[in-house]
């Protein structure tokens, strides 16, 4: 029940945010929109590419890599901007564990940015004229699965930043990492499969665009790694986090 509070407490903290600002999210959502479809139109000028429509593959591509990756980057970003304004040692000074705070920013943002891809594929696929099929029971579900492994590796750069400070150059260097794998095949089973989010990926693509059958085998496979991956991010989140209160990092100096 007490997390249940922390969490209705962030959705508000959150909803309040973007009414306050809305042009703000609204400006976000079509940039995003625009730089994708123009970055599409302008490789094929440049290829000679004679493709008219933005191919369902790299629109997919393109959406969960905008959407998804940088949350590895999210984390840390919370951790270094309450340290900036001196709140995070006062959090810790709190009854509530920041765990849970953490926790609840983790769910908070799997609702957001599952509709925030939705409207992010839409409004691309109305931008380009390019209208696809897209199933969006399966899309949810699987962005779900492969958003708690993403979290899991946030949270241990998240932990990273309570010890260490200023690893967010790190994290660009992981998404550029990323925007590479991401391109490669994670089926049948290879050491791809086994990296946080890049199975979970593939599988959107592969059974979202073409439609691939995949065995209920894999599927089984990618949520229990999600699940692991989540659990020991938390696991090594909450290991660091002791080790930032002994060594007495959490205050801004």
Known sequence: ??????????????????KKYPIRTIIQVLILAFLIVGFF????????????????SLLIGYVLFICCVP??????????????IGVLEQIYLSPVKFSKILLSKILHKIISKIIFSIVLLYLIMFLSNSWYHIDLIKFIILLIISLISIFGLGMVMAGLELVYRKILQINFFIMIIYAYLMTLTA?????????????????????IVYNKKLPISWYIFITILSIIYFILGLIIFQFLEKKSKKKNRLCKA
């Not at 094929?44 to 429509?53: L, Q, R």
């Not at 089926?187 to 059974?207: E, K, V």
């Open 1 to 18: 029940m007490h997390f249940l509070n922390i969490l209705i407490a962030e959705m508000k903290l959150q909803y309040w945010d973007k």
């Open 41 to 56: 139109k302008g490789s094929n000028i440049i290829s000679g590419n004679s493709m008219k429509n933005l191919q369902p």
């Open 71 to 84: 949350q590895i980057i999210s984390f840390p970003g919370i951790i270094s901007g309450l340290r900036e």
């Open 187 to 207: 089926y049948p089973i290879n050491f791809l499969s086994f990296i946080p989010f890049i199975g979970g990926a593939y599988t959107i693509n592969q059974t």
